[in-house]
C-alpha cells in the first residue's frame, strides 16, 4: 500500500479527468481499479495486465470491458443488461473509450516495460 499524503494519487487523477460514454442514451464513466480487473479476469479468462491476451478481442470480451469499467457507478447492470443497451452502431463510438480509459488505467512506461497492453477494439466487422 503507498502511504495517503496531501498530493493527489494515480486513481484520483484519473477520476478527475472521466472518461465519458454515452450507452443506450444514458452518460456513464469509465473507469478501472483492481476490482474491475479481477472481474475481467473472471469473467473473460484474460489477465488485464498481459497485453497478448487481447489479441483476438471478441464479443464477449469487448461487453465485460465496458461492464467492468462501470463497476464505480453507484448502479451497474447486469452484463446482460448492459448487452442489450447496445446497439453494434454504437461500438465505434463506445470502442475508443474503452480503450482510452483502460489505458489510463494502466502504470505508465516508467512503471512498465509495455506500454501498449490495453485491448485492441476492433470496429464492427474488423480484427484487432
Given amino acids: 500500500m503507498t502511504e495517503q499524503t496531501g498530493d493527489k494519487s494515480t486513481a484520483s487523477q484519473a477520476m478527475a479527468e472521466p472518461i465519458e460514454v ?3 442514451g444514458e452518460k456513464h464513466t469509465l ?18 495486465l498481459e497485453g497478448a491476451s487481447w489479441a483476438n478481442v471478441r464479443p464477449n470480451d469487448l461487453l465485460v470491458l465496458l461492464w467492468a469499467g462501470l463497476q464505480h457507478e453507484p ?7 448492459l448487452g442489450k443497451k447496445i446497439g453494434l452502431d454504437e461500438l465505434k463510438n463506445i470502442g ?3 480503450q482510452k ?6 502504470p505508465s512506461s516508467d512503471e512498465k516495460k509495455s506500454s501498449n ?11 484487432a
Fill in 31 to 48: 473507469h478501472y481499479s483492481l476490482w474491475s480487473f479481477c472481474k475481467l479476469d473472471e469473467l473473460t479468462g484474460k489477465n488485464p
Fill in 75 to 81: 448502479s451497474v447492470p447486469t452484463v446482460e443488461e
Fill in 117 to 127: 497492453d490495453s485491448p485492441a477494439v476492433p470496429a464492427p466487422g474488423e480484427t
Fill in 96 to 98: 475508443p473509450m474503452i
Fill in 22 to 24: 454515452e450507452i443506450g
Fill in 101 to 106: 480509459a483502460f489505458a489510463r488505467a494502466m
